[in-house]
T-cell receptor, first 117, second 110 residues
Framework: DAGVIQSPRHEVTEMGQEVTLRCKPISGHNSLFWYRQTMMRGLELLIYFNNNVPIDDSGMPEDRFSAKMPNASFSTLKIQPSEPRDSAVYFCASSLARLAQSQETQYFGPGTRLLVL | QQPVQSPQAVILREGEDAVINCSSSKALYSVHWYRQKHGEAPVFLMI?????EQKGHEKISASFNEKKQQSSLYLTASQLSYSGTYFCGTPREGAQKLVFGQGTRLTINP
C-alpha cells in the first residue's frame, strides 16, 4: 500500500500568495484529517472529513483557510492569502472508520513543510 | 481540552527504562499513542480502548486507567531507535477527532 500521499513536500512562498496543499488518502479509507504542527502549538487538528463530508472544521484558524474533498481519493487545504504565521508542517491523515464514532488508527502522510516569507 | 503529558523531555542511556504519562481532566474513552521522529510524520504505536487494558509493541507497552483518566507508556530496555517525540491522543466524546498532548521528547544516548 502506498500510504497517505501529500504534495508538495516543501513550499516556500511570499506573504499574500495563495497556497494549495494536496492529499491522497489510503485507498479504502473513509475519514481524512488535516493537522498543523508548530513548535508553539504542537499538533492541532484543523478539519476532518467522513465520507467526503466535512464533519468538524472548528480547528480552522480563520477564513483564509479552506478545505475540500471532492472525492474519496483527494483533498486540498488552501490558504489565501498566506501569512508568515501560517508557516508550519501540515499533515494529512486517513483512517477507516467502521462506525461513525469509532476510534480507529490514523495513518499520517509525510507532511508539507510550509514557509511563508 | 488537551491531555497533559509528563515529563516533557527525557534523556536516557541505551538500555534504561522510561515511563511517559498522559492524563486528562475529562473522561477518557480511549487513548492513542504515536511516535514521531525528527522531520518525519507521527507513526501509530497502539490504541487502548478499555479501562484496565494493557498492550505491548516490541518492548513498548501501555496501560489505561479509566478511573484515574490517565494512560502510561512504558519503554523497557530502551534502544537508540526509540528516540523521538511521543504523543498521546484522546478523542472528544462521540467524535473521531483526536486531541493530542504536547508531546514528550525522548532522547536515547549510547
Amino acid at each position: 500500500d502506498a500510504g497517505v500521499i501529500q504534495s508538495p513536500r516543501h513550499e516556500v512562498t511570499e506573504m499574500g500568495q495563495e497556497v494549495t496543499l494536496r492529499c491522497k488518502p489510503i485507498s479504502g479509507h473513509n475519514s481524512l484529517f488535516w493537522y498543523r504542527q508548530t513548535m508553539m502549538r504542537g499538533l492541532e487538528l484543523l478539519i476532518y472529513f467522513n465520507n467526503n463530508v466535512p464533519i468538524d472544521d472548528s480547528g480552522m484558524p480563520e477564513d483564509r483557510f479552506s478545505a475540500k474533498m471532492p472525492n474519496a481519493s483527494f483533498s486540498t487545504l488552501k490558504i489565501q492569502p498566506s501569512e508568515p504565521r501560517d508557516s508550519a508542517v501540515y499533515f494529512c491523515a486517513s483512517s477507516l472508520a467502521r462506525l461513525a464514532q469509532s476510534q480507529e488508527t490514523q495513518y499520517f502522510g509525510p507532511g508539507t513543510r510550509l514557509l511563508v516569507l | 481540552q488537551q491531555p497533559v503529558q509528563s515529563p516533557q523531555a527525557v534523556i536516557l542511556r541505551e538500555g534504561e527504562d522510561a515511563v511517559i504519562n498522559c492524563s486528562s481532566s475529562k473522561a477518557l474513552y480511549s487513548v492513542h499513542w504515536y511516535r514521531q521522529k525528527h522531520g518525519e510524520a507521527p507513526v501509530f504505536l497502539m490504541i487502548l480502548l478499555k479501562g484496565g487494558e494493557q498492550k505491548g509493541h516490541e518492548k513498548i507497552s501501555a496501560s489505561f486507567n479509566e478511573k484515574k483518566q490517565q494512560s502510561s507508556l512504558y519503554l523497557t530496555a530502551s534502544q537508540l531507535s526509540y528516540s523521538g517525540t511521543y504523543f498521546c491522543g484522546t478523542p472528544r466524546e462521540g467524535a473521531q477527532k483526536l486531541v493530542f498532548g504536547q508531546g514528550t521528547r525522548l532522547t536515547i544516548n549510547p
